[in-house]
């Protein structure tokens, strides 16, 4: 028995190279035919706009350092502040302990004690107050932290970018199709345009047919096919059925596998 059948011949593995990024296309490195290595530059995208980002970014992490510079400064005034209220409330309680001795003495009025503890509790206000001071001071450097790490992160998101305006080949194969020309404007804003396609490697080509639903029943994987293509018109080629898929195409009410 024999099962004819028509299709296509197509490259085992195909893919699809696009950009990530919108902008104008300024240059490209390869057309249909050429020959490409993994890796290798194929197309350019003006890397003027995103140069541009790149540096504005660049400035902006400069900026929240020396903020985060700035306020670590005042922290360290603020612990210089604490240490000097603390040395000063220390002072102000010893000179309130030796006016109360003087005053059980009767040397002193109760007015210099009054003042000695005044100045105590002053000098622990001052106290509370620089803490309180410091407490806020180590927020506002987490805040600028976070800031560094945010212009940190766009940073290198706009270095990405620039980095994407050139476009390499993800595998060694040949371009079976060139889809923009130089000058021409891609949008990567919904979905990624498709630039190249390439074709890994094209001594290994794959046959994809559409058999009729009567005679699919009669096809195994593995069994053994002769085709014939147009291009080379009398010459008969060998190859074994590899994959028979299950999803069924209806064409004007013809069913095919």
Same mark, same amino acid.
């Given at each position: +028995?024999?099962?004819?059948?028509?299709? *296509?011949? $197509?490259?085992?593995?195909?893919? &699809?190279?696009?950009?990530?990024?919108?902008? *104008?296309?300024?240059?490209?490195?390869?057309?249909?035919?050429?020959?490409? @290595?993994?890796?290798?530059?194929?197309?350019?995208?003006?890397?003027?706009?995103? !140069?541009?980002?790149?540096? !504005?970014?660049?400035?902006?992490?400069?900026?929240?350092?020396?903020?985060? !510079?700035? &306020?670590?400064?005042?922290?360290?005034e603020y612990r210089a502040e604490i240490?000097?209220?603390?040395?000063?409330l220390k002072d102000a309680?010893?000179?309130?302990?030796?006016?109360?001795?003087?005053?059980?003495?009767?040397?002193?009025? *109760?007015?210099?004690?009054?003042?000695?503890?005044?100045?105590?509790? &002053?000098?622990?206000?001052? %106290?509370?107050?620089?803490?309180?001071?410091?407490? %806020?001071?180590?927020?506002?450097?987490?805040?600028?932290?976070? &800031?560094?790490?945010?212009?940190?992160?766009?940073? $290198?998101?706009?270095?990405?970018?620039?980095?994407?305006?050139?476009?390499?080949?993800?595998?060694?194969?040949?371009?079976?199709?060139?889809?923009?020309?130089?000058?021409?404007?891609?949008? @990567?804003?919904?979905?990624?345009?498709?630039?190249?396609?390439? !074709?890994?490697?094209?001594?290994? +080509?794959?046959?994809?047919?559409?058999?009729?639903?009567?005679?699919?029943?009669?096809?195994?994987?593995?069994?053994?096919?002769?085709?014939?293509?147009?291009?080379?018109?009398?010459? $008969?080629?060998?190859?074994?059925?590899? *994959?028979?898929?299950?999803?069924? $195409?209806?064409?004007?009410?013809?069913?095919?596998?």
């Amino acid at each position: +028995m024999t099962v004819s059948a028509t299709g *296509q011949v $197509n490259p085992v593995t195909t893919v &699809q190279v696009g950009s990530q990024v919108s902008g *104008q296309i300024a240059e490209l490195l390869a057309d249909f035919n050429t020959e490409v @290595a993994a890796g290798q530059v194929i197309a350019r995208i003006d890397p003027q706009t995103f !140069a541009a980002r790149l540096a !504005a970014a660049r400035a902006d992490l400069a900026f929240a350092r020396a903020n985060l !510079a700035v &306020q670590q400064a005042a922290l360290a005034e603020y612990r210089a502040e604490i240490a000097g209220a603390t040395a000063a409330l220390k002072d102000a309680a010893a000179e309130h302990a030796r006016q109360g001795t003087l005053l059980s003495r009767r040397v002193v009025a *109760q007015s210099a004690v009054d003042r000695a503890l005044a100045a105590r509790d &002053q000098a622990r206000a001052r %106290k509370l107050s620089a803490e309180a001071k410091l407490a %806020k001071q180590r927020a506002q450097i987490g805040s600028a932290r976070a &800031q560094v790490e945010s212009r940190q992160a766009a940073l $290198n998101e706009r270095r990405l970018d620039l980095e994407r305006t050139v476009i390499r080949s993800p595998v060694a194969g040949v371009v079976i199709g060139r889809n923009v020309d130089i000058g021409q404007t891609v949008a @990567a804003s919904l979905q990624a345009p498709v630039l190249f396609t390439i !074709a890994e490697d094209l001594r290994s +080509m794959q046959v994809e047919v559409s058999v009729d639903e009567a005679d699919i029943g009669r096809l195994r994987e593995r069994q053994q096919v002769r085709f014939t293509v147009d291009a080379y018109a009398g010459r $008969n080629f060998a190859g074994r059925v590899r *994959q028979i898929r299950k999803a069924a $195409n209806v064409v004007s009410n013809v069913v095919t596998y």
